[in-house]
């Protein structure tokens, strides 16, 4: 039996993953279970699971749920006493999946345990990728990437010698406002621009999806987890999110991993360590059965500055990733808040981003001190 520790129970990515762990009860205990604020679903998932612990990060919420608990899970209190049972006593699974970069710290305990991590929140890898890297590495912590794109380049670079490799492609779905100019999109709401056409996600990276920001940190993500020049990494937009990477070769041949979109693929593999049957039945092509349209186009020309953006933190790291990441967040929030129009994301980005001091990240202290600074400065204006 392994134990499991899940970092965002609550939210799409840790749902699909109950939803797996509940056909396979029998493999596993349940250690600590994180959260933020949604009550009825913590105490539906604690009554169903029975977790050693679970932690809300709302305090309301936390309180909330402390009243209504009728089983064994104990509540922890702070954050400090997450960080100190994950220390004393380590999980065989981590499944990171915690919205931003909040909460990293038990992302980086999860890197030092020497076990297996399930890596769904990218914006860790963004802010502090090649330490997180470096860290497990030197622990021996298998990181196993959640995002399709990446779960399926792994697949594809387990079998290919990059020296073989003359450019890779990540995917795009182009979100709910495929085909639509930046001018066109600038003054759309939030009702619209949470309106995936493919993928039921979070309110964050779904309207990270609409910006294509989201494409941009799986750019920086890739760069990391697999040690990518970035000058080989680009993004297409495939609308149908069938193909989800593309490896093209130096001799023009090109292998592309293709399923339906779903994350319950490289879910199932994480958590299972195994290709899942039950999952090719139910998500794989059939390329005989189906009428499969595939369309591919290239990324918008009036976004370019946002890989141009990604592809400075990649090269040059640093806090840039943390500028980046915390200048959407900021702006993502304000929208999301009715403050700002979906247009003024971009236009605080490329602002701030250019204009912010640039320097070393050696820390996680460090990171955090930096992360407030920047707050403190978007706050300003």
């Known amino acids: 039996m392994k134990s499991i520790s899940i970092f965002g129970c609550t939210g799409s990515i840790g749902t699909q993953a109950l939803e797996i762990l509940r056909q396979n009860?029998?493999?596993f205990s349940f250690d600590v279970f994180v959260c933020n604020s949604n009550t009825d679903k913590a105490l539906e998932i604690v009554n169903e699971f029975n977790p050693e612990h679970i932690f809300m990060s709302d305090v309301a919420a936390s309180n909330k749920l402390k009243e209504s608990l009728s089983s064994g899970t104990n509540v922890l209190e702070n954050i400090s006493d997450v960080?100190?049972?994950l220390k004393a006593r380590h999980s065989d699974i981590y499944l990171s999946a915690i919205s931003s970069?909040?909460?990293i710290e038990l992302t980086i305990l999860a890197a030092e345990s020497g076990n297996k991590l399930l890596l769904a929140n990218k914006e860790s890898l963004v802010v502090y990728g090649e330490h997180l890297v470096n860290i497990s590495n030197r622990s021996g912590t298998k990181i196993v990437p959640i995002d399709s794109e990446h779960y399926s380049l792994m697949n594809s670079l387990n079998n290919i010698e990059k020296n073989d490799i003359d450019r890779i492609f990540i995917t795009a779905s182009g979100g709910p406002f495929i085909g639509q100019p930046l001018n066109e999109i600038a003054n759309k709401e939030?009702?619209?621009?949470?309106?995936?056409p493919n993928w039921s996600m979070?309110?964050?990276i779904t309207i990270d999806s609409a910006t294509l920001v989201n494409k941009c940190?799986?750019?920086i993500e890739a760069k990391y987890l697999f040690d990518l020049d970035p000058g080989k990494l680009k993004v297409l937009?495939?609308?149908q999110s069938i193909i989800h990477s593309m490896v093209e070769l130096k001799d023009g041949s090109v292998?592309?991993?293709m399923s339906l979109p779903s994350m319950i693929i490289p879910l199932s593999f994480g958590l299972l360590g195994e290709y899942s049957a039950k999952a090719k039945n139910n998500f794989s092509l059939d390329m005989f059965k189906e009428d499969i349209k595939l369309t591919i186009s290239d990324f918008p020309k009036d976004r370019d500055k946002l890989i141009e953006i990604s592809k400075d933190v990649m090269r040059n790291g640093g806090n840039r990733g943390l500028i980046f990441a915390s200048i959407n967040d900021f702006a993502v929030k304000k929208y999301l808040q009715g403050e700002i129009k979906f247009g003024e994301i971009y236009n605080l980005i490329f602002k701030h981003y250019s204009e912010m001091e640039k320097k070393e990240i050696l820390s996680l202290e460090d990171l955090k001190h930096n992360q407030s600074e920047i707050l403190e400065y978007l706050e300003s204006f």
């Open 202 to 204: 979070g309110d964050k």
């Open 101 to 103: 970069f909040d909460c």
């Open 83 to 85: 960080i100190g049972h």
């Open 190 to 196: 939030p009702k619209e621009a949470l309106d995936h």
């Open 255 to 257: 292998e592309a991993q």
């Open 237 to 239: 937009i495939q609308p």
């Open 217 to 219: 940190f799986e750019l």
């Open 25 to 27: 009860k029998e493999q």
